[in-house]
């Protein structure tokens, strides 16, 4: 489903202070001679999957700043990659610029190269060599708990050690879609050794699969699951700050998605979709999206909580993206182990 939104006068007090705040002084996003073209260009049109909460003020303070107008289009990531694939072969260019976690089931030809200045801050890990896209958000994949359920003098350090808990066969929950896991798991120990933990894992623990990371932090949270062995740490931070009885920790491996911003390269506001790409790279932009929640890839910009990355501790991080062939292989290595449950 696909949703459209203009914005309107809203009262994001914080938002609108931090702007007014600004107003004395150019954000370090703005690009001079872009902004001028792009005022011009009046309007810029962009399609997510983030739900418009956390959207929403983020791009109001770049249309406070800029003075172009956002219309927001919300979808899920399968019906966005398929309405731009088929605007691109219709000819009939609507959006943009595109941030969601999915940018890699595109196809080049749909990704602008594109050199937002802001990008010299991003992590390699977090950036495509090719300037295709660039990350915004990191989704970190990491064991969590219902901490009333749950009593943990030690936590486990990876996989193997999960595998002790035999205390938690049958309170298991994962994301349906857990595949990122499953190849994170396989690329740390080996294809041998991987596939048998896995084996294991989903023969022994016969883990429910739950459809959407959001729901299993909150069925995690509301006792309905024990454990689960991979979930969003932005999530369970978000269920714990609600009072919710979550928590998670560091365990070898960690896999980690983007989400990403790509540019039309036949956009229709060219010039606004460099300058939105610019300021979603930049510390102000970077800074929104951490206080509405997500994980921001710039090492000078602090997550909410504080601590949210640094407690993973000393674990191997992996970034993982996939092409559109990777995805479907994946997705059916991990359709192969929940039927063997």
Request: net charge neutral.
């Amino acid at each position: 489903m696909i949703r459209p939104a203009r914005f309107r006068v809203l009262a994001w007090g914080a938002f609108m202070l931090a702007a007014s705040g600004a107003a004395a002084q150019a954000p370090s996003w703005i690009i001079p001679d872009v902004l001028a073209a792009a005022k011009a260009e009046e309007t810029l049109t962009v399609y997510s999957s983030v739900n418009e909460q956390e959207a929403l003020p983020i791009w109001k303070e770049f249309e406070d700043a800029s003075g172009i107008k956002v219309n927001y289009i919300r979808g899920n990531d399968s019906a966005l990659t398929s309405k731009i694939q088929i605007e691109a072969r219709t000819g009939q260019q609507s959006w943009d610029v595109l941030l969601t976690t999915s940018v890699t089931r595109l196809p080049a030809r749909v990704r602008a190269q594109i050199d937002p200045p802001q990008a010299a801050a991003i992590d390699a890990a977090f950036k495509d060599p090719d300037r295709r896209w660039f990350g915004v958000y990191a989704n970190y994949n990491a064991p969590s708990y219902n901490t009333n359920m749950v009593k943990l003098d030690k936590k486990p350090a990876d996989l193997e050690e999960f595998l002790t808990h035999k205390e938690w066969i049958g309170h298991v929950g994962i994301d349906a879609l857990e595949f990122p896991w499953v190849r994170a798991v396989i690329n740390y120990y080996g294809e041998d050794k991987g596939t048998r933990l896995l084996k294991q894992f989903f023969e022994e623990f016969k883990p429910s699969p739950v459809d959407g990371h959001l729901a299993l932090a909150r069925a995690v949270s509301a006792g309905e699951y024990w454990v689960t062995p991979s979930n969003y740490v932005n999530l369970v931070n978000n269920v714990r700050s609600t009072g919710g009885p979550a928590d998670y920790w560091g365990a070898n491996p960690i896999a980690v998605n983007t989400g990403a911003v790509v540019v039309n390269p036949g956009a229709p506001h060219p010039k606004a979709a460099l300058l939105a790409a610019n300021f979603l790279l930049s510390k102000e932009g970077q800074s929104a999206v951490s206080r509405l929640g997500r994980l921001p890839v710039r090492r000078d910009v602090a997550p909410v909580p504080p601590d949210a990355i640094s407690k993973l501790g000393d674990v191997k991080i992996m970034p993982l993206e996939f092409s559109p062939e990777e995805e479907k292989s994946w997705q059916k290595r991990y359709q192969d182990f929940l039927q063997a449950r």
